[in-house]
């Protein structure tokens, strides 16, 4: 029975109205991401970095799923193999449409403690003097992976790709590592490899078939060939 990996990026809760990263009025055109997306931005301006983070919690928590975002859920519910779904969002849309899915960039939705590492349900606006509800200090963050940081369940995901017969990437640019590496370690395992997004991206050449057009409409017709 076929397993199938897939990654996720920004393009797939593009219809959903959530803004991608690199695209023309993309969110790192508009912040300077040394600012709000590494550990020195946040030490140097907390306040800064809970504003944009409580910006995007706030457009996140008014989003609905798309059609790609079903059509995933659908196969997850469906195929006869295991279907891992590996995401870079932050927000909760492949949940909202009933999959499960391995966050490897953390989510807008969880707070954590700097000081012991607890994490819990996010409020859905952070102030930089919160204090833990377990140890007390005032160390609470979004439970985001920032630039500089280790993405988190990289072993499970690795053994995931290693096991892969598919894999597919969808709606991500590709420069971002560890996850835009995925692609090669699951070539290199034997998977056959597809990039689905709404043009060819610059690393395109690394899948052995490419799918383009809008994840709306890409996405299910795809899931339509492999459920049939
Ligand atoms: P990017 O903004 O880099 O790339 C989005 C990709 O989605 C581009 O290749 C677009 O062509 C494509 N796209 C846009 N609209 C689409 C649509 N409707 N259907 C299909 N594809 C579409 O976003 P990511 O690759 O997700 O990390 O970025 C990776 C990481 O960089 C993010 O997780 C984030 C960011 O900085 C952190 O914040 C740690
Ligand atoms: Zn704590």
Not at 65 to 76: E, G, K, R, S, T
Not at 159 to 183: K, N, R
Request: proline residues 6%; glycine residues 8%; aromatic residues 8%.
């Amino acid at each position: 029975m076929q397993k199938i990996v897939i990654l996720t990026g920004a393009g797939v809760s593009a219809e959903s109205g959530l803004g991608t990263f690199r695209d023309k009025g993309g969110v790192w055109t508009r912040y300077d991401l040394t600012e709000v997306a590494t550990p020195e931005g946040f030490a140097r301006d907390p306040v800064k970095v809970h504003d944009f983070y409580n910006a995007r919690r706030k457009n996140a928590s008014g989003a609905e799923p798309n059609a790609a975002h079903f059509a995933l859920a659908d196969l997850q519910a469906r195929h006869p193999g295991e279907v891992v779904i590996v995401t870079q969002n932050v927000d909760n849309l492949h949940e909202a449409a009933g999959a499960t899915a391995i966050h490897m960039h953390g989510r807008l939705d969880r707070a954590c403690c700097a000081a012991c590492g607890a994490d819990w349900q996010a409020p859905l606006e952070m102030f930089p003097d919160d204090p833990c509800p377990s140890c007390g200090a005032s160390a609470t963050r979004p439970d985001i992976v920032w630039f500089g940081e280790i993405p988190k369940a990289l072993h499970v995901i690795a053994a995931h790709l290693e096991t892969a017969d598919l894999f597919a990437a969808i709606g991500t640019s590709g420069q971002v590592y560890p996850a835009a590496g995925f692609v090669t370690e699951a070539a290199r395992a034997g998977a056959r490899t597809v990039e689905i997004n709404l043009e060819a991206s610059d690393v395109a050449g690394l899948f052995d078939d490419r799918l383009t057009g809008p994840a709306s409409e890409s996405v299910p017709a795809w899931v339509e060939t492999l459920l049939s």
